[in-house]
């Protein structure tokens, strides 16, 4: 109780609008500080009713049941940006208790390697760990229950060098961790900010693992990077791990360029909610065999010339991407070099809007993805392009467009790639054609679209000489047909096997039947009918 008041459900302590009179407030916050809090405490203005908001610069919250938050200062440190504060961080950290960083410039000379289960820390406002002499501040070994909060973290070495960590890192057990409103920087030096290592652990070794509300800025190599490059891909190490509603900003200044990578055989990899600007190579990275991942929400702005938003890569091939979950990402610019879906099997894919400068969207070698209201815009490539063994994949109610460029909206390459389609969608183009198939690809259709938002759109007129004729892709690359041409005698024309609609216009003097090969339609001379084609069948509609 203070002044009468009880604490609430989440242990905010209540004081009153008059000033408090209780002087062990200050220590149920923040020991060894009470002078700054009991300033703000008893300024001669009304105060708010929650300790939250009065602590300075809303930088320490009250703890609960009476737990005590112990300030760094008293194990030695001094903050001043030049005494070597690790030891003194050592020390708090043995104490086991719950730990407050003031406001200051804390310099670690060496790597804090240890055991850090059971951490609590909390930074005030200001509070910053940095070395200049070290990229590793802390370094996690078989780690269970760390929550650490407003705290920045920066690797002040001048040089290029490369490491292959991280200001934080582990490459052992590490469980229930949170890093919640921390700062990352590294600006000149060839490291990430975040780097948890799994390789070859033991099963589930890494499990509940999450980043929310940091910001990782000026990164030489990857704001943050989660991995498990065993050889053996038999079992999980990583299990439910997830960076949310996070900030990265130039990234990658001094080599790889990716904002945030899970890489390897993990399982329920979440990025979510996570605003990325200007990204260098790759903005969000799922690379390997991954079980149920998950990137939602994402933005992306002022990406680089060749980077993709969103790449899932495997290097393992005979291992696919079992069910990943691609929804609401946005570009707010038009920007990057599309973004790769390579391997993805049974995936869902909603709502997403990108704007691209260059590329595509790319799907490699994938079966079963479901993709609804999508919206993929290229100024510079083709809106949509899909190659490899890709098999039984719908894009439904989309919205493909290409620019100026001879580039065909919709692409199929490879004779692997087959039965994959576009389906009541809108296509937009301005040079190219709308689809197209190479390299032998066939079964794959745009079906019932609008082209410009108009039905039955564009109408292209095929000229058919005195003969038989055969109409390849780019010729029937239209949802009308008009037949035209001087007639002495019934003629046949043959169509692309495809599955897809067609409203034909027979202006020739006699009739015209079509064929995909097999069943055959009638037209007669001045008829319409509409069709629907699917492989070497065609009916009348």
């Given at each position: 109780m203070v002044n009468g008041e009880s604490p609430d459900t989440n242990w905010n302590v209540f004081v009153s609008?008059?000033?408090?009179?209780?002087?062990?407030?200050?220590?149920?916050?923040?020991?060894?500080?009470?002078?700054?809090?009991?300033?703000?405490?008893?300024?001669?203005?009304?105060?708010?009713?929650?300790?939250?908001?009065?602590?300075?610069?809303?930088?320490?919250?009250?703890?609960?049941?009476?737990?005590?938050?112990?300030?760094?200062?008293?194990?030695?440190?001094?903050?001043?940006?030049?005494?070597?504060?690790?030891?003194?961080?050592?020390?708090?950290?043995?104490?086991?208790?719950?730990?407050?960083?003031?406001?200051?410039?804390?310099?670690?000379?060496?790597?804090?390697?240890?055991?850090?289960?059971?951490?609590?820390?909390?930074?005030?406002?200001?509070?910053?760990?940095?070395?200049?002499?070290?990229?590793?501040?802390?370094?996690?070994?078989?780690?269970?229950?760390?929550?650490?909060?407003?705290?920045?973290?920066?690797?002040?070495?001048?040089?290029?060098?490369?490491?292959?960590?991280?200001?934080?890192?582990?490459?052992?057990?590490?469980?229930?961790?949170?890093?919640?409103?921390?700062?990352?920087?590294?600006?000149?030096?060839?490291?990430?900010?975040?780097?948890?290592?799994?390789?070859?652990?033991?099963?589930?070794?890494?499990?509940?693992?999450?980043?929310?509300?940091?910001?990782?800025?000026?990164?030489?190599?990857?704001?943050?990077?989660?991995?498990?490059?065993?050889?053996?891909?038999?079992?999980?190490?990583?299990?439910?791990?997830?960076?949310?509603?996070?900030?990265?900003?130039?990234?990658?200044?001094?080599?790889?360029?990716?904002?945030?990578?899970?890489?390897?055989?993990?399982?329920?990899?979440?990025?979510?909610?996570?605003?990325?600007?200007?990204?260098?190579?790759?903005?969000?990275?799922?690379?390997?065999?991954?079980?149920?991942?998950?990137?939602?929400?994402?933005?992306?702005?002022?990406?680089?010339?060749?980077?993709?938003?969103?790449?899932?890569?495997?290097?393992?091939?005979?291992?696919?991407?079992?069910?990943?979950?691609?929804?609401?990402?946005?570009?707010?610019?038009?920007?990057?070099?599309?973004?790769?879906?390579?391997?993805?099997?049974?995936?869902?894919?909603?709502?997403?809007?990108?704007?691209?400068?260059?590329?595509?969207?790319?799907?490699?070698?994938?079966?079963?993805?479901?993709?609804?209201?999508?919206?993929?815009?290229?100024?510079?490539?083709?809106?949509?392009?899909?190659?490899?063994?890709?098999?039984?994949?719908?894009?439904?109610?989309?919205?493909?467009?290409?620019?100026?460029?001879?580039?065909?909206?919709?692409?199929?390459?490879?004779?692997?790639?087959?039965?994959?389609?576009?389906?009541?969608?809108?296509?937009?183009?301005?040079?190219?054609?709308?689809?197209?198939?190479?390299?032998?690809?066939?079964?794959?259709?745009?079906?019932?679209?609008?082209?410009?938002?108009?039905?039955?759109?564009?109408?292209?007129?095929?000229?058919?000489?005195?003969?038989?004729?055969?109409?390849?892709?780019?010729?029937?690359?239209?949802?009308?047909?008009?037949?035209?041409?001087?007639?002495?005698?019934?003629?046949?024309?043959?169509?692309?096997?495809?599955?897809?609609?067609?409203?034909?216009?027979?202006?020739?003097?006699?009739?015209?039947?079509?064929?995909?090969?097999?069943?055959?339609?009638?037209?007669?001379?001045?008829?319409?009918?509409?069709?629907?084609?699917?492989?070497?069948?065609?009916?009348?509609?």
């Open positions: 609008g008059e000033g408090v009179a209780d002087s062990n407030l200050a220590d149920m916050v923040v020991a060894g500080e009470t002078k700054t809090a009991l300033d703000a405490v008893y300024a001669p203005v009304s105060l708010s009713a929650r300790v939250a908001d009065i602590a300075p610069d809303g930088g320490v919250r009250a703890v609960g049941k009476g737990d005590l938050l112990a300030s760094v200062k008293d194990f030695g440190a001094i903050g001043d940006g030049i005494t070597d504060d690790a030891p003194a961080f050592v020390a708090a950290f043995n104490s086991g208790l719950p730990l407050y960083v003031p406001r200051g410039d804390y310099r670690l000379a060496s790597t804090i390697t240890r055991n850090f289960s059971g951490l609590h820390m909390v930074g005030q406002s200001g509070a910053r760990v940095f070395s200049d002499t070290v990229d590793q501040l802390f370094r996690f070994s078989s780690t269970d229950g760390v929550h650490i909060e407003n705290i920045s973290f920066e690797c002040a070495v001048a040089d290029a060098a490369n490491s292959n960590y991280g200001l934080l890192s582990s490459t052992s057990s590490l469980k229930n961790i949170l890093l919640y409103r921390c700062v990352f920087t590294a600006a000149n030096r060839n490291t990430n900010g975040v780097k948890f290592i799994a390789d070859n652990l033991a099963e589930l070794s890494v499990e509940n693992v999450f980043a929310r509300e940091c910001v990782f800025r000026n990164i030489g190599r990857m704001g943050m990077e989660i991995q498990d490059h065993s050889v053996d891909r038999t079992i999980v190490r990583v299990k439910n791990v997830g960076v949310i509603d996070c900030a990265f900003q130039d990234c990658g200044t001094l080599s790889t360029g990716i904002d945030l990578s899970f890489s390897g055989h993990l399982c329920g990899a979440v990025a979510r909610g996570n605003t990325l600007i200007r990204s260098a190579t790759i903005g969000v990275e799922f690379a390997g065999d991954h079980e149920m991942p998950v990137a939602v929400g994402n933005t992306f702005s002022s990406m680089g010339p060749s980077c993709n938003a969103i790449s899932f890569t495997n290097n393992y091939n005979s291992n696919q991407v079992i069910g990943a979950v691609i929804e609401g990402n946005r570009s707010i610019d038009r920007s990057g070099s599309g973004s790769r879906l390579w391997y993805l099997y049974n995936a869902r894919l909603s709502r997403n809007y990108f704007k691209f400068a260059s590329g595509a969207m790319v799907l490699r070698s994938c079966v079963r993805t479901v993709a609804y209201g999508e919206t993929y815009d290229s100024s510079g490539a083709y809106a949509l392009f899909i190659e490899g063994t890709s098999t039984d994949n719908v894009f439904e109610r989309c919205e493909l467009r290409t620019g100026t460029g001879a580039f065909s909206i919709f692409r199929v390459n490879g004779a692997d790639s087959v039965r994959n389609y576009v389906v009541r969608s809108n296509l937009i183009r301005s040079v190219g054609v709308t689809f197209d198939q190479i390299n032998s690809s066939t079964q794959n259709a745009i079906i019932q679209c609008d082209h410009g938002s108009t039905r039955w759109q564009p109408v292209k007129t095929i000229t058919i000489a005195d003969a038989d004729k055969t109409i390849n892709v780019v010729e029937a690359d239209s949802e009308a047909l008009i037949f035209s041409g001087t007639l002495t005698a019934a003629r046949t024309v043959t169509l692309q096997n495809a599955k897809r609609a067609y409203r034909l216009k027979n202006n020739t003097a006699q009739q015209v039947s079509v064929t995909t090969g097999g069943t055959a339609v009638a037209i007669a001379a001045g008829a319409t009918k509409i069709v629907y084609v699917e492989g070497t069948t065609i009916t009348e509609v």
